[in-house]
Every structure is written in structure tokens, then in C-alpha cells.
């Protein structure tokens, strides 16, 4: 932890109308999984500034980062060279301004970002202030819009009302076929698309399922069929190479995930989980946000709650946050593991698990969010789940995730026929 | 199906970027030492098709890395990251004479970039390639404004840069084509500098009144920057090609109210007379006599200011000059002659000694067109001259190797030159206070 900075040069200049610093970042319009480099020119050399990032997000609120710096005698600041004094994040992070970002003061709680409409980009805009101090009362010497787009040129989206399948189908550009991603997510329900449009921008045709809508995971049967036929509707694409095609999962998904590929269609896997909850397992802490990890540790003990992971057939990557307070994704992972390997099926399966990093495992370089609203099925109330994770560590983890499923998925997807040859 | 095709990847990177960012194509997964090659094509907005490919061998990972390796034919050969923008031409069966130019700065330019099996030269509608992706190529930056400008009787456009100012301001000249050409002022806002592209040929006083406009007009511009909120008045820059280099130097020398911190100007001359400006050009334009054509039918018009005179009554007194003036020609231009006007005009700046106000690029084998880098070259093109009311198939120059690389350099010293100019506290006495 860094201690106040003693300046040997006082420099009460500040910039000045006639020395407009230049500000710019590269490259101004990127993926949300790609770096860009920060740049301040024409500054007074050994100076303190505060580079801040704001979002507006389509939620209404209003998200900010900042990195405390000092100019160097060419006045220059560079975020990917230079350290960070404090601020929302610290020391040399590139991306600081971007994975730091959280709810501005007085903004309400539980918030988390997530972008719906995967069509246009987030908008963030860097600004420079003068000095080190609160930057809230002054304005900024120079600023800069830049794009952060989750799709990109090219990529089509198609929206899938086929019957009762709902979802989004992203195809990339060019002749195909691709493989193909069906893409599940968690228990908050209803259609996010921002990480299928991402994928789809890695080259992978994705579709992103909808199985129930926000707030209404109702404890009936949920066919195991809706899922197969999703499975169909995706391998059965003129644009899918059908012998390619994966799962990805967070959360609830990865229950159904692994019941798809573990079980054949006669058995239906049903969210029966829903039904015994055994709800005075759930915690609270001291911010009363809910803990629903023990939830999960108690289910572990149910054998039959459990998918039989024994009948495994396909490689499986297991991605965990040791300090996950809401599913005990690192037990459960210990139990996969104990399970497949005693099956002679431990060769397919691979795991990362990263110490401090909490629940929501995102694309690289998102907010993380240590707790979030969610609407209580049973209760139709609202209540803040905990989601575990220290904000350094989980972003560095879902850099890094991010990266090793994007090379699990091509070494499986794309040229699992090189280990033929 | 080919158990080849599902396996290689193509990307580009950036993506989306500016028109003058350099991106990086990577082929990945084919065979190793495989033969391939990379195409790209464009539909411009007049729906005309251009392409340009490249012949490539993958590497023994079976990658192909087009900043890194060497192309062994084509459109362009060598180590080329940008050859596939630069070396794009009309489809075979076009109409001759076509220029490539962006009129909409305000949707990027898309470029499909796609690789095939085996070295093509043709058919490639006929041939699926083995992956093909879309870039996006962008005048504007994110967060630029582009704000229309009617007043004072100007037809002109202004882009001002992302963020809450004020900027540096920049009025940006074409030539006798006319029209309002907005993608260098564009380009140039995404770089933080407030520039305005003016038509001053077909501006809505000439259309109206079939009068040329006269000097106010460009004072007219000068002070609708100089007042404007978000430009700072004492930092403004003029930017010309062609004829437009005849009006800055006119303006930069003469004007009284013009203060111009710097000025570029491109494949223009200083010769003109100077006892009037632009309609008495358009009187001497039609007394130029017949013109010279190539042996396939190509006018040239680089003779007619030559010799460059010595008489000071038809030359713009460069030696009277006090801003820094940046001179970029080419030495194979057939249109006008730049060269031996800019070895005139650092003649006239050493005997006055004002030349440490010079910088003088001059390119051998660029032509006329010199434009922001990896834009298409254009050698010859169909071009209607507005004062001389002329229609032609004009011999504009350049050796479109060559004239590509000048594009780039020019380019890149031209914005070092701007920034130089425009940004740093050069004027003494400037005192330092806190916050804007």
C-alpha cells in the first residue's frame, strides 16, 4: 500500500489555455475483451493529475474509475507504463479505468453492469483533471470518448422465437460453417446476450438461451427437451460445423450443462433444486446480503441431487472463484473431480481456481460485483445476494479465464483435428 | 466437407479503427507452408467494387502474419501491413477513371478481408474462402461532433473534437474540383484539432450570384473559428491542396486579419497573379492554350505555371512570410508543378531569411493526390475543373508504391508539424495559471 507522495517541486502551473494537453486512447473503438492504451501528451512535466473513466449505463446510473498519476519531465502520463498512486485502483494497471469502474456515491445499491443491447457499444469517456484532489467540483482540462463493443463488424444477430425455444443467435462474418456455442446462464433469468456476442466476435457461432424469464424460476419441471432442442437447433445450423459444438455456463446453467452432457434425453433433469432449498441454510452477512453458499454445500451431500458426472463423455472446464459466497463452486468442483476420476474420466476434465475471486466470473475487464439484487422466487421480493471476491484478484481472474476458455474452446472446437495428424 | 476449411481463422486488428491507424491481419491454423491468398474488397459509396489481394505462403504453424510477412504477389509485394488499403483498385470491367473518396464521414468505410486457397489472381466471386471478416475503417473518432456552418455565408463544415475544449482550429482547403470534401477535417478532429472544410468553388454564393468568392470569404471563415467557443482564437492553422495552396499562401502573406499560427500545403504552387486572386486565376486559366496529352489520351497541366516567373507581380512574395509553412510535393506530379514552385519558394525565403520557417517534403514518384495514408492512389481520373469549367481524364501522377509511402510520411510529419504549431506553449509570456 502506497503512502502520501512527497513532490520535491512544487508546481502550482497546472495546464493553461494555451497548452491544451493531448489525450488519447487506442484504439478509441474495441472489443470489451481487448486492452487499449491511454495516453496524455503536453503536459507540465512532474505534475499530479487524476485520469477518471465515466459510463452512463443503460440502467440509468452512473459508473466511474479513476487513477491518481504524476507526469513525468517529458509531460507525458501513460496508464499502461505508469503507476496509479490510489484512486480505484492502484499501481500499474492498464485497464484500471476500466475494471475498477463502480456506482458513482449515492448511486443505489446492489447494482451491476450488464449490457443488453449488445448492438450499440458502451460509451466511456476518459477525462484529465488537475491535481489529486477531489475531481468532483472541477472541470476536466480534456476528454475523450471511447467504444466498447461486445459485437463485432459484421456479426449477425438473429432472434430466435422458433416455437417455445427463446434466445439470440450471433453467426460471424464469412463463408462458414463455424462451431457452435450454446450459451447458459445463471439464476437470475431472462436473456443476456453480451457474452455469446463476444464469442461469436472470437469466431464461434453462439446461442444465447433463454430459459426463464427474470424473477420467474418457478419450482415445476423444466423439460430437459427445451435444452435438447436447443442443442439441435444450434448443431442443425447451415452456418455450425455439427460435430463442434460446446456449453458454456454460469451458475444454474452449469447444473443444466452438465445434465446435458452427462444424461440422455430419458431422464429429465428438473430444477427440482428449487423445490428444496433448504432456505434456513441461507446466511446473512453484515451488510445484510444474502450467502447462499451453504445452500450448495448442503446439496452436495444429497447424491440424489446430483448429475451423475460419472457419464461424462466430452472435455470439461471448470472455472471457480475460491471465495464464491453464493454457490460453493470449489467443493462442488472437488466433488466433479472425485466422481469423473473414479470413472477413468478425469483426463477430460480441467479446472481453474482463483483465490479472492467471488462468484460472477465475467468477461475480461467488467465491473466486478461483490453483491447484487436479485428477486426472490419464492418471495417475489428483492433481496442483495453476496457475491464473493476482492476486486483486484477477480478482475485479474477473469482476464485470465477469459483467455484459457477462449484456447479451451479453440483446441477443442478448432483444431482438436491437429492432435490427428 | 473440408476438414480444412472449419479450422482457419482470420483476424484483424483493430477491427474498427481510424482511417489512418495500421491494423494487423493474421491468418491462423491453415497447413503449414500452405499457398494463400489474401483479398480484400470494397463497395464504395457510387456502388463501384474495388479489390486488392496478395499472395502468401503460411509459416510452419501454418500462420500468416501480413505486417510481417512478404507478399510475392498481387495487387502489392514486399512486407506490407496496409498494402491490401492502399493497393485497392476498380474491379477488372470498371468504368476508367474512378477516385476514391469518402463523402459520408459519419458511417465508417467497410472493407471485407477474406482468404482463399492457392494464389489467385481472379475469380474470386467464384471461390468460397476459407474465413473472411469485415473491418470497419472510421474519419470520424468517437465523440467528434460534425456541425454544418451556414453563417457569415460560408458553406462549410465543422468537426470539433471529442471533449470540452477549447481546440486548436484548422481551416482545410481542396482543390479546383470544388465541392465541401469533409474527410481530412474529420480525420484531423479525431486528433484533437477543430477543423473546418470549406467550399469556396460551389459554395452556396457562388451557386446563387455565379460570382468566385473573394478574400473576405476566407476571412469570413478565419473569424468564424477565431470566435468560436470551443476554438482558441491565437491557434489556428490552414491546411490546402492543390488550389488551396494558392489561396493560404495569398491569404498567409496578404491578409490583414489572418494571424495563422502555421500552414500546410500540399501539391500547390505560389504563382499567381497577384494584382487580383481567384477569379483573375479563372481568367488566366482560359488563356492557357491548348493542353498536353499523354499517347492514351491523359491531359497533363503540370506546364502551365512553368517557368515558375520571376516577375514578384505573379508570385505570392513568400520571402514576407512569418508563420511556419510546411511544403509537401511530389516529384512526379503531372498536374501542377509543385516541385519547382517549392525550389523557388526556398530560394525566395533563404534571400529573405525567413527560410527557418520552412519545412520542405518532397517525395520522388508521388503524383498530384497526395491524401491521408492507405487511401487507394489515384493516377489518372475523370475530374471536372470548376473555374475552367473543364472535363477531362486527368494525369494526376505517382507511382502508386511510392506515392503510398508518401502518403504515410507526409501524413505522420504533418500531424508532428500541427501539433508542434498548435499545441505547445512556442509563445513567451504565456503565464501559467491552475485549472482551465
Not at chain 1, 460485483?369 to 422466487?377: D, R, T
Not at chain 2, 497533363?300 to 509537401?328: A, E, F, H, N, Y
Request: charged share 20%; net charge neutral; hydrophobic share 35%.
Amino acid at each position: 500500500r502506497l503512502g502520501p507522495v512527497r513532490w520535491t517541486k512544487v508546481t502550482a502551473t497546472g495546464c493553461t489555455a494555451s497548452t491544451p494537453p493531448i489525450l488519447s486512447v487506442r484504439p478509441s473503438r474495441a472489443l470489451v475483451d481487448e486492452a487499449f492504451e491511454v495516453l496524455v501528451e503536453n503536459l507540465p512535466p512532474v505534475s499530479p493529475f487524476t485520469l477518471r473513466s465515466l459510463l452512463h449505463s443503460e440502467d440509468g446510473d452512473d459508473w466511474e474509475a479513476y487513477g491518481r498519476y504524476v507526469s513525468d519531465h517529458s509531460g507525458r502520463v501513460s496508464v499502461s507504463e505508469d503507476l496509479s498512486f490510489g484512486g480505484t485502483y492502484s499501481g500499474m494497471e492498464p485497464m484500471g479505468l476500466i475494471w475498477s469502474l463502480r456506482p458513482v456515491p449515492g448511486s443505489r445499491t446492489g447494482l451491476r453492469l450488464r449490457k443488453k443491447d449488445v448492438t450499440t457499444p458502451m460509451l466511456i469517456t476518459i477525462s484529465l483533471y488537475n491535481g489529486h484532489e477531489d475531481f468532483r467540483d472541477n472541470s476536466p482540462l480534456v476528454s475523450m470518448v471511447t467504444e466498447r463493443w461486445y459485437m463485432g463488424p459484421g456479426i449477425q444477430r438473429i432472434e430466435i422465437t422458433d416455437g417455445e425455444l427463446r434466445g439470440a443467435l450471433f453467426i460471424p462474418p464469412g463463408p462458414g460453417p463455424f462451431p457452435g456455442i450454446l450459451d447458459l446462464w445463471g439464476g437470475g433469468g431472462g436473456l443476456l446476450e453480451y457474452r455469446s456476442a463476444l464469442l461469436a466476435s472470437r469466431g464461434y457461432v453462439c446461442l444465447a438461451l433463454e430459459y426463464f424469464k427474470t424473477g420467474q424460476m418457478k419450482s415445476t419441471d423444466m423439460s430437459f427437451e427445451y435444452f435438447e432442442n436447443a442443442y439441435h437447433v444450434l448443431k442443425d445450423h447451415p452456418q455450425v460445423i455439427p460435430d463442434r459444438v460446446g456449453i458454456i455456463s454460469l451458475c444454474l446453467g452449469t447444473i443444466v450443462t452438465l445434465g446435458l452432457v452427462a444424461e440422455s434425453t430419458e431422464i429429465k433433469v428438473s430444477l427440482l433444486l428449487t423445490k428444496t432449498y433448504e432456505f434456513n441454510k441461507i446466511r446473512v452477512d453484515e451488510n445484510n446480503h444474502q450467502i447462499w453458499r451453504d445452500v450448495g454445500l448442503a446439496l452436495l451431500q444429497e447424491p440424489s441431487m446430483k448429475v451423475d458426472v460419472a457419464k461424462i463423455n466430452c472435455p470439461l472446464l471448470l472455472v471457480n472463484g475460491c471465495d464464491d459466497q453464493n454457490w460453493c463452486a470449489v467443493e462442488t468442483a472437488d466433488d466433479i473431480s472425485k466422481t469423473m476420476n473414479a470413472a477413468g474420466k478425469g483426463h477430460l476434465l480441467t479446472r481453474l481456481d482463483y483465490p479472492e475471486t467471488g462468484h460472477l466470473i465475467e468477461p475480461p475487464f467488467s465491473p466486478h460485483c461483490p453483491a447484487g439484487n436479485i428477486i426472490m422466487y419464492s418471495s417475489n421480493q428483492k433481496v442483495i445476494q453476496r457475491y464473493g471476491g476482492k476486486t483486484k484478484p477477480h478482475s485479474d481472474a477473469q482476464d485470465d479465464s477469459w483467455r484459457k476458455i477462449l484456447s479451451f474452446l479453440r483446441h477443442h472446437l478448432y483444431c482438436s483435428q491437429k492432435a490427428k495428424m | 466437407m473440408d476438414e480444412k476449411r472449419c479450422c482457419v481463422t482470420l483476424s484483424v486488428q483493430p477491427s474498427r479503427g481510424l482511417v489512418d491507424e495500421k491494423f494487423v491481419i493474421l491468418v491462423q491454423n491453415s497447413f503449414p507452408s500452405s499457398l494463400l491468398t489474401i483479398y480484400a474488397h470494397h463497395q464504395c459509396e457510387d456502388g463501384y467494387s474495388w479489390h486488392a489481394f496478395a499472395h502468401y505462403t503460411s509459416d510452419a504453424t501454418g500462420a500468416v502474419n501480413v505486417s510481417e510477412d512478404c507478399s510475392t504477389g498481387g495487387t502489392y509485394s514486399g512486407v506490407e501491413a496496409m498494402g491490401l488499403l492502399w493497393s485497392l483498385k476498380p474491379v477488372p470491367g470498371s468504368k476508367p477513371g474512378l477516385r476514391m473518396r469518402k463523402k459520408n464521414v459519419q458511417a465508417p468505410m467497410v472493407v471485407t478481408i477474406s482468404v482463399y486457397s492457392g494464389h489467385l489472381t481472379e475469380g474470386f466471386e467464384d471461390q468460397v474462402p476459407l474465413a473472411g471478416v469485415e473491418v470497419e475503417r472510421w474519419y470520424m473518432a468517437p465523440g467528434v461532433r460534425r456541425i454544418p456552418v451556414t453563417e457569415d455565408g460560408l458553406t462549410a463544415t465543422l468537426f470539433l473534437p471529442s471533449g470540452p475544449g477549447p481546440f486548436p482550429g484548422l481551416l482545410d482547403l481542396w482543390g479546383g474540383g470544388g465541392q465541401l470534401v469533409e474527410y481530412r477535417a474529420a480525420l484531423l478532429a479525431s486528433h484533437g484539432i477543430a477543423s473546418m472544410a470549406i467550399d469556396y468553388l460551389t459554395c452556396k454564393y457562388t451557386m446563387e450570384t455565379g460570382k468566385i468568392v473573394e478574400q473576405d470569404y476566407f476571412e469570413m471563415a478565419y473569424k468564424f473559428l477565431q470566435k468560436h467557443p470551443k476554438v482558441l482564437g491565437s491557434r489556428i492553422a490552414m491546411l490546402g491542396l492543390s488550389l488551396g495552396t494558392s489561396v493560404i499562401l495569398k491569404m498567409a502573406v496578404h491578409s490583414q486579419i489572418m494571424k495563422l499560427s502555421c500552414a500546410v500545403c500540399v501539391s500547390g504552387s505560389h504563382v499567381q497573379p497577384m494584382d487580383g486572386f481567384l477569379k483573375e486565376m479563372v481568367d488566366r486559366y482560359k488563356n492557357w492554350g491548348s493542353d498536353r496529352f499523354t499517347k492514351d489520351n491523359k491531359v497533363v497541366w503540370r506546364d502551365l505555371l512553368l517557368p515558375i516567373p520571376t516577375d514578384l507581380s505573379l508570385k505570392v512574395d513568400v520571402g514576407k512570410l512569418q508563420c511556419p509553412l510546411m511544403l509537401i510535393v511530389g516529384e512526379d506530379d503531372q498536374n501542377w508543378c509543385p516541385h519547382e514552385s517549392a525550389m523557388d519558394m526556398k530560394g525566395m525565403m533563404e534571400r529573405a531569411g525567413n527560410n527557418h520557417l520552412l519545412t520542405l517534403l518532397s517525395y520522388p514518384n508521388a503524383g498530384h493526390l497526395i491524401e491521408p495514408p492507405y487511401m487507394p492512389h489515384t493516377r489518372v481520373s475523370n475530374y471536372r475543373d470548376v473555374l475552367s469549367q473543364q472535363k477531362r481524364m486527368v494525369l494526376w501522377g505517382g507511382q502508386t508504391l511510392e506515392h503510398s509511402r508518401a502518403q504515410e510520411d507526409a501524413w505522420r510529419k504533418l500531424l508532428v508539424f500541427l501539433r508542434k504549431n498548435l499545441y505547445s506553449g512556442v509563445k513567451s509570456g504565456s503565464l501559467s495559471l491552475s485549472n482551465l
